[in-house]
């Protein structure tokens, strides 16, 4: 939080908010007037779930992904989604920067203490043309959703 100017008093109210914090959870039955509680549990990391400030500090948290992966793609980060266009007419070159960039991501991730779902993670491909399969590879793993978008090319007459 320094880099982005936040100090004194207010990183101390920061620390004190994200140190040593303790969350139970409640589940309301339906049709019934009792309720299960659990037990109040340290957070080892994180921030409460239902918080107001846990989406701002997890797009703080994040926000420097993009200057990992942009010298390669476009990144778009909203909320704890991130998408990244990889543009390319060449598929050996479009699949190379593909991987490349996964892997830069899963690095980042593991930095920062992450983990990519796998099984959230999708590629889209937009093509004129039919093109072979790309695998982006995991750690060893293959990624096998994938789903194919065709774009209707239009002439107009005399064109």
């Known amino acids: 939080m320094h880099c982005y100017g936040i100090q004194g008093i207010t990183i101390d109210w920061f620390r004190s908010y994200l140190t040593i914090i303790k969350q139970k959870v409640e589940i309301k039955l339906p049709n019934s007037t009792q309720n ?25 948290h994040i926000n420097d992904l ?14 704890d989604d991130t998408s990244v266009i990889i543009s390319n007419r060449n598929f050996i070159e479009f699949s190379t920067t593909a991987n490349l960039v996964l892997a830069c991501m899963i690095e980042w991730f593991s930095a920062n203490k992450l983990v990519l ?16 399969y790309c ?25």
């Open 66 to 79: 993009p200057f990992r992966i942009n010298f390669l793609v476009e990144p778009m980060l909203f909320a």
């Open 36 to 60: 299960l509680v659990s037990d109040w549990s340290i957070l080892k990391r994180g921030v409460p779930q239902g918080s107001i400030l846990g989406p701002l500090l997890f797009l703080v």
């Open 117 to 132: 779902n796998l099984e959230k993670t999708n590629i889209m491909k937009c093509v004129i043309n039919s093109l072979p």
């Open 135 to 159: 695998a982006l590879t995991f750690n060893s793993a293959s990624n096998r959703n994938e789903y194919q978008v065709y774009f209707l090319r239009v002439k107009a007459a005399g064109a």
